[in-house]
C-alpha cells in the first residue's frame, strides 16, 4: 500500500513507526532547550530584577549612585530591547552576527541556550522585579529588626517569597519556551518543529505530521504546567499542622524537656 | 544603674514635616517604659529612628555610650542587642514557627542550630506557642502571632526590646494573652520601650510613663505621676479620652 492510498490513521502509525525515533529526538531537545533555558532565564532575571529593586540609600556616595544609575540604564535597555523584538530575528542576529562580525561560530547549541536564556531573563527581570516589590515591607523590618543583614534579609526572606509569587509566570514561561524553540529552527537546531519539517517535507503528510507533533506539544506543556502546580502546592507546604506532641517536643527541641504538668500553655 | 540608651536631642523631618523635635531621655537596665501619645506624635518613628529602620536627622543616640548614628556600632550588631516587635507582626511568611525564632539566631549571631533550636523552645514555651513549632504564621491568629514575634525577638537575647502598639492590629479578645506575656516579661527584669494605647498596660506594669504630643516628650515620670497628678494641661486632656471613653 502506498501513502497516498492510506486513511487519515494509517498516514499516522507510517509516520510513528518510521519517525518515532526522529520525534522523540526531537522532543527531548526542543524539552532540553526549554528547561536549560528557562533556568538560565530566571537566573539572568533574578539578578536583572534584584538591581532593578536596590535604592540607593542617603549614605551612598555620588559615584556609587552614578553607578546604580547607569547599570538600571543598561538592564532597562536589556529589557526593553530582547520583549520588544522577535526572538527569530534575534536568533538570526546574534548567530550571524557572531560570525560575521567576530568571527566566533556559536554552535547551534549555545547559539539556541543563548538566545532563549537572555529572552527569558528578559521577561523574566520585569516579573522578579514585581515579585519582590509585592512582598510585604514587612517581612525586610522583621528581618532586619532582628539584626539579619541586608543581604541574609534578601536572601532569606524577601527572595524565597519573591520566587514564590513568580513560580506561575515560570511555569508560564516554561511553556511558551516549549513552543518558542521551534523559532531556533532558524539557525538548524533540530528541535520538535524543524523534525515535523523534515517529515512533512519527506513525506508530504503536512496534516498527519502536524497532527502528531501537535500532540507531542501539548503533551509536553501539559505535563510541566502539571508539575509546576505540584512543586508550587509543595513550596506552600501543608495547609494543616500538627499540633506538637511531648514526644516531638523532646525530639525537636533538643536540651529543653517538654514540662507535661503545665501543657501547652504559660 | 546602668544606663543602656541615651537620646540625645534627636530630630526627625520627613521632608519638611519635623516628626521628633529635640527628644531626650534613656534607657536604664530594667526600665519599662510606656510611651502614650494621640496618633502622629512620632511615637512609631521613635522607635524606628531607635533601631535604625528610619534614618535620623539629627541629635544622637547612645547605645553604651556609643552614637550609633555617627557608626560607632556595627549596625546589624546592634539590631541584635535592640530587638523590636511590630504593630503587625512580620513574622516571616516562608518559615515555621520554630524556623522564625532560629533564624536571626543562627545567622545573625551565628549560634549552631541545636543552641538556636533549645533557645527557641525555651521562649515558645514561655509565650506559650510550644506547642504550634510546625505552623506557618498563616496558620496563627494575630495573637498566637504576635506570641510568636515577641520570641523570636527574645531569641536573640536582647537587652532591650522596642514594642510598637503590639496589641493594635489584635482582636480584643486577643489583647489579653500578648499584655499577659508582656507583663510576665516586665516582671522578669526585661528591659522594654513600648509605645502602647493600653492605659491599663502602661499604668499597672511601666515603671515610666512618657507622654508625647508633637513630636516632643510633653511629660515624663512614674506611672502614678502621669495617671493621678499630670502637670501639662496636654497630658491632662489626653488622659481625660481614655478615662471618659
Ligand atoms: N515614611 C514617612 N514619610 C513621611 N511622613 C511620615 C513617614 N512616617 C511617618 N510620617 C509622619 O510622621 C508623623 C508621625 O508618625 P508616627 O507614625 O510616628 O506617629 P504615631 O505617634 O506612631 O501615630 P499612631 O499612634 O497613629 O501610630 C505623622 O505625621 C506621619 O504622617
Ligand atoms: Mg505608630
Known sequence: MTLAE???????????????????RGAATTMAIAIICT????????????VQTIEPKKKDGLFKRGLLKVVKAILTAYVEVFRGTPMMLQAAFIYYGASSLFNINLGMWTAAIIIVSINTGAYMAETVRGGILSVDPGQKEGARAIGLSQSQSMMLVILPQALRNVMPQIGNNLIINIKDTCVLSIIGTVELFFTFRSISGALYTYFEAATITMIIYFILT????????????????????????????????????????????? | MEEILKIEHLVKDFGNNKV?????????????????????????????CINMLEDATGGSILYHGKDILKGEVNEDAYRTRVGMVFQSFNLFNNYTVLDNCILGQTHALKRNKTEAKAKAMQYLTKVGMDQYINAKPRQLSGGQKQRVAIARALSMDPEVLLFDEPTSALDPEMVGEVLDVMSNLA???????????????????????????????????????????????????????????
Open chain 1, 6 to 24: 492510506m486513511n487519515f490513521f494509517q498516514r499516522m502509525l507510517y509516520i510513528l513507526e518510521r519517525y518515532s525515533g526522529s520525534l522523540l
Open chain 1, 39 to 50: 533556568a538560565l532565564g530566571c537566573v539572568i532575571g533574578f539578578a536583572v530584577g534584584l
Open chain 1, 222 to 266: 501539559f505535563a510541566c504546567s502539571r508539575i509546576l502546580r505540584w512543586v508550587e502546592s509543595k513550596m506552600d507546604g501543608p495547609s494543616n499542622f500538627d499540633l506538637a506532641t511531648t514526644d516531638m517536643l523532646a525530639f525537636t527541641s533538643g536540651l529543653t524537656k517538654y514540662d507535661e504538668k503545665k501543657g501547652g500553655t504559660h
Open chain 2, 20 to 48: 521628633l523635635k529635640d527628644i531626650d531621655f534613656s534607657v536604664n537596665k530594667g526600665d519599662v517604659i510606656s510611651i502614650i501619645g494621640s496618633s502622629g506624635s512620632g511615637k512609631s518613628t521613635l522607635l524606628r
Open chain 2, 187 to 245: 516582671r522578669t527584669g526585661m528591659t522594654m520601650l513600648v509605645v502602647t494605647h493600653e492605659m491599663a498596660f502602661a499604668r499597672d506594669i511601666s515603671s515610666r510613663v512618657m507622654f508625647m504630643s508633637d513630636g516632643k516628650i510633653e511629660e515624663e515620670g512614674s506611672p502614678k505621676e502621669i495617671f493621678y497628678n499630670p502637670k501639662s494641661e496636654r497630658t491632662k486632656e489626653f488622659l481625660s479620652r481614655f478615662t471618659n471613653g
